[in-house]
């Protein structure tokens, strides 16, 4: 699903380029259940950013189902972005004062379809977050835990083969984020959907099925659970 080739990326600091991502290779097969570890400033909020189409890259190959992502436009970037890749943060980035229905519609307004539908597919959506009680309800009315699963239907409203989630945790305590990580497994294992999730969590990494660590830039680690790291 995802092949990334000697992938490097640098920034513009003081009038030098620093290299955040150096020589990244990665391979995650479709149905794989993901987490990517590493200190602040390793490179995996870059390498998120990256994979999820939000940010160029300077040197390598980035492959998302076998197309080759340089060769896209950003009106076809952005398109893969609305129909193949869901989105959850930690900050929920949902619109407040709007109804959790509102927000999880939001990637539907790119599409040509009826309102009637994408409403359908919106409460489709919180069913299977299991708050579509909730639909109607404003965000700033919701728990921390409540507007995550928001941002979570929101993320596979379009049926997406990738859900990349940033510290989606973060905010919340212990048994809310339990509660959300069984929430991502069973998503993963049900729907056959891949997930990506960046973390500093070694309990959230625990979740998942493979886990990669970087540091300076570099992935060091790559190990399948209950295996052997294997180191890179």
């Given at each position: 699903m995802i092949a990334i080739k000697n992938l490097c990326k640098t920034y513009p600091v003081d009038k030098e380029n620093i290299t955040i991502l150096h020589r990244i290779n990665l391979t995650i097969e479709q149905g794989e259940m993901v987490a990517i570890q590493g200190r602040s400033g390793a490179g995996k909020t870059t390498l998120f950013n990256v994979i999820g189409c939000l940010d160029t890259f300077d040197d390598g190959e980035y492959y998302f189902e076998n197309q080759n992502i340089v060769e896209l436009k950003d009106s076809q970037l952005a398109k893969l972005r609305c129909q193949k890749i869901g989105f959850?943060?930690?900050?929920?980035?949902?619109?407040?004062?709007?109804?959790?229905?509102?927000?999880?519609?939001?990637?539907?307004?790119?599409?040509?379809?009826?309102?009637?539908?994408?409403?359908?597919?919106?409460?489709?959506?919180?069913?299977?977050?299991?708050?579509?009680?909730?639909?109607?309800?404003?965000?700033?009315?919701?728990?921390?835990?409540?507007?995550?699963?928001?941002?979570?239907?929101?993320?596979?409203?379009?049926?997406?083969?990738?859900?990349?989630?940033?510290?989606?945790?973060?905010?919340?305590?212990?048994?809310?984020?339990?509660?959300?990580?069984?929430?991502?497994?069973?998503?993963?294992?049900?729907?056959?959907?891949?997930?990506?999730?960046?973390?500093?969590?070694?309990?959230?990494?625990?979740?998942?099925?493979?886990?990669?660590?970087?540091?300076d830039g570099r992935i060091i680690v790559d190990r399948l659970r209950n295996s052997d790291p294997l180191l890179v």
């Amino acid at each position: 699903m995802i092949a990334i080739k000697n992938l490097c990326k640098t920034y513009p600091v003081d009038k030098e380029n620093i290299t955040i991502l150096h020589r990244i290779n990665l391979t995650i097969e479709q149905g794989e259940m993901v987490a990517i570890q590493g200190r602040s400033g390793a490179g995996k909020t870059t390498l998120f950013n990256v994979i999820g189409c939000l940010d160029t890259f300077d040197d390598g190959e980035y492959y998302f189902e076998n197309q080759n992502i340089v060769e896209l436009k950003d009106s076809q970037l952005a398109k893969l972005r609305c129909q193949k890749i869901g989105f959850v943060l930690q900050d929920f980035a949902l619109v407040t004062h709007q109804t959790a229905l509102f927000n999880v519609m939001l990637p539907l307004f790119f599409d040509k379809i009826s309102y009637k539908k994408m409403e359908k597919k919106a409460i489709k959506a919180l069913k299977a977050v299991a708050i579509e009680e909730l639909a109607n309800k404003k965000i700033s009315q919701l728990s921390g835990g409540q507007r995550q699963r928001v941002a979570i239907a929101r993320a596979i409203v379009n049926d997406p083969q990738l859900i990349l989630a940033d510290e989606p945790t973060g905010a919340l305590d212990s048994e809310t984020s339990q509660q959300i990580m069984q929430l991502l497994q069973r998503l993963n294992q049900e729907e056959q959907m891949t997930v990506l999730i960046i973390t500093h969590d070694d309990v959230v990494a625990d979740h998942c099925k493979r886990r990669i660590e970087i540091k300076d830039g570099r992935i060091i680690v790559d190990r399948l659970r209950n295996s052997d790291p294997l180191l890179v």
